[in-house]
C-alpha cells in the first residue's frame, strides 16, 4: 500500500489503524479551476495525487492512497494562512460561527492493466467560539496556526481553546477519516462476490 502523502498526522493516523504504507506524496497542480466549490476541488486533488503515484510508482495490484484537506466557509476556500495578518483575519471570519472541513480521498490501483478507483469526501462541522483579538493574537503567536488549512489545528492549542463543537469526524478535521478510510479500503481490497 501506498499513502500519497507525507502529513505526518495522516502518516500517523494509517499506522495507528494498522497499516504500514509506503509514503510517496503526490506533486500536482493543486490551482481551483473556475467556478469549482471547494467540496469538488478537494475530491478532484484526491483523485489527481491517487491516479499519479499509481501511474508513477505503485506495483500491479498495489492500492494507493490520497487524500487532501480544506476549510470552507460561506463557500470560500480557507488554505494555509501567508502570514499573521493572514491569519489572524481567517480567525476572526470563524469567530462565533460554523465552518465545514472536508477531506477527499481517493483509492486506485492498477489491476492487470485497467485502474480501478474509488473516491469520496468526508464533510465535518466545526463551531468556533466567538474569540477576542487577545485569545487570536496569542494563537497567531504561538505558530500553531501558520502550517495549517483554516490557521487552525484540532489535534493542538487550537481545537481546546478555539473550537466549541464538533458535529461530524473528529479524525477528519485532523486531515483522514480513518474509520471510513479503513472500511473503504476493507471493501477495495476485498470486494463482495
Known sequence: MILASQSPRRIELMREAGYDPRIIPADIDETPREGETPFELVERLAVSKARAVAAAQAHPGETVVAADTIVAIDGELLGKPADEGDARAMLEHLSGRTHQ?????????????????????????????????????????????????????????????????????????????????????????????
Open 101 to 193: 472541513v472536508a477531506t477527499g480521498v481517493c483509492l486506485v490501483r492498477n489491476d492487470g492493466g485497467r485502474r480501478v478507483e474509488r473516491s469520496f469526501v468526508e464533510i465535518t462541522d466545526v463551531e468556533f467560539y466567538p474569540l477576542s483579538d487577545e485569545r487570536i493574537a496569542a494563537y497567531v503567536a504561538s505558530g500553531e496556526p501558520m502550517d495549517k488549512a483554516g490557521a487552525y489545528g484540532i489535534q493542538g492549542v487550537g481545537g481546546r481553546m478555539l473550537v466549541r463543537r464538533i458535529d461530524g469526524d473528529f479524525y477528519n478535521v485532523v486531515g483522514l477519516p480513518i474509520a471510513r478510510v479503513a472500511r473503504e479500503i476493507e471493501a477495495f481490497e476485498h470486494p463482495a462476490s
